[in-house]
């Protein structure tokens, strides 16, 4: 499709001009700009372009509206539905940059700034590859969809959750979804395995800090707590492997993170003398298909119990936060194999299937909406998501923009062909 090299620099240009909207999540910043700027595009290509905000979501606020974008391009003859999403909220700058993160510099062929691999040059793909198509003149079947949704780094609930609990992605409008996150130019990402985000809370009894005999620590009684989890369940975590092609390799494995410590008085705070009544740790477990939440849990339980049998007196609770199943494309899903077809025509290689360390919205689409066919492509290396100077190579953001455009056409046909 050589009306795709014509775009790309239009796609740079216009993921450059999403880079300077600082759409930064929390609180959610900009988002009506970035949601406008989307919807003017997809609505000089063609596409009925509505806003919609996320009406019912407590994120969803006069100081911070929560709205999303939704470009439907109905085709010429009956066919699929493809609905190419992208979320243009971004993770605070940070420290560590040598750019102005909402510059949208190009410089040696690289597109700068926040949000320029995650995901704004991949929204910026998926429009433009959509406007080759027109260009071309392809008179598509089906319909094509492409919708800019908010909150992906927070999770998603007020985007493209909100999208799929309201219909506008669902499996009966619904055939494939492709979400540009940046997993490159040559690799289709198929899923992510599952996360259980857990607390655990050990209670002490207060008293003096001159006296601290004359209570309990709740500190002293997380120490050990935490000491099994580093010597004991880790290991066992380190063992495990599962079959889904998680990138970087480190991530095939079960993992674990402490995410937060607290006890006793707010660091912050003014210090009294007092032992802590009170410690809550909070736990990030990436559990495996082949393990299950269930197993995941019941291990966790079992640990916690050893520990009690060595520490007398030790009170603990051990409270659920957040739950995502894993979830992964159907293996021999026609979405991943039109895609590999059309990554081999551009690039001259076939694809590489990968599945991601961490979730992202494939969950909603999957669990909510009951769509299978979801995978996510897009230019931007992984690695650079949410680091300081991060960037989006030029010439990645060509590629994956001439493969979406082949991939349209293939995935919802031709009128008349
Ligand atoms: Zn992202």
Redesign the pocket.
């Given at each position: 499709m050589a009306a795709a090299l014509g775009v790309a620099d239009e796609a740079v240009a216009f993921a450059a001009e999403l880079v300077r909207i600082p759409t930064v999540n929390p609180p959610g910043d900009a988002y009506a700009d970035a949601a406008q700027a989307i919807g003017d595009r997809l609505a000089r290509g063609g596409f009925a372009v509505s806003i919609l905000p996320a009406e019912g979501r407590p994120e969803h606020t006069p100081r911070y509206p929560r709205p999303n974008v939704l470009g439907v391009l109905e085709g010429h003859a009956p066919g699929p539905c493809l609905h190419l999403n992208g979320?243009f909220d971004v993770v605070p700058p940070g420290d560590g940059w040598t750019v102005d993160p909402f510059a949208g510099a190009v410089r040696d062929g690289r597109l700068y700034g926040r949000g320029a691999c995650?995901?704004k040059a991949g929204i910026a793909a998926a429009v433009y590859a959509a406007e080759a198509v027109r260009r071309a003149g392809v008179r598509l079947r089906g319909r094509l969809e492409i919708s800019g949704t908010v909150d992906?780094?927070s999770g998603g609930f007020a985007g493209v959750a909100w999208l799929c609990e309201r219909g506008f992605i669902a499996r009966a409008r619904t055939d494939y979804v492709i979400i540009p996150?940046p997993f490159g130019a040559q690799r289709i990402c198929v899923g992510h395995r599952g996360v259980w985000w857990f607390e655990v809370t050990t209670h002490g009894r207060t008293a003096h800090g001159s006296m601290p005999f004359l209570g309990v620590s709740a500190i002293d009684q997380m120490a050990p707590i935490l000491e099994a989890v580093r010597r004991e369940l880790k290991p066992a975590l380190e063992e495990r492997m599962t079959r889904m092609p998680v990138v970087p390799e480190g991530s095939r494995r079960a993992t674990l993170n402490v995410n937060a410590v607290s006890g006793g008085q707010a660091g912050e705070a003014v210090q009294t003398p007092c032992v802590a009544d009170r410690c809550t740790a909070i736990f990030d477990r990436r559990f495996l298909p082949e393990e299950g939440l269930e197993s995941a849990r019941r291990e966790m339980h079992e640990l916690l119990e050893r520990v009690r049998g060595r520490v007398p007196g030790l009170r603990y609770e051990l409270a659920d936060r957040m739950v995502v199943h894993p979830v992964e494309t159907p293996p021999g899903s026609p979405l991943v194999a039109h895609l590999s077809g059309a990554i081999r025509e551009v690039c001259g290689r076939g694809a590489t299937l990968v599945a991601s360390p961490g979730s992202?919205d494939h969950k909603h689409v999957a669990r909510i909406a009951g769509v299978e066919q979801c995978v996510a492509y897009g230019p931007g290396l992984l690695e650079l998501?949410h680091q300081p100077d991060e960037y989006c190579d030029v010439a990645d953001i060509a590629q994956a923009t001439r493969v979406l455009a082949l991939a349209i056409v293939d995935l919802c046909g031709v009128a008349g062909g």
């Open positions: 979320h995650d995901m992906e780094e996150e992202y998501a």
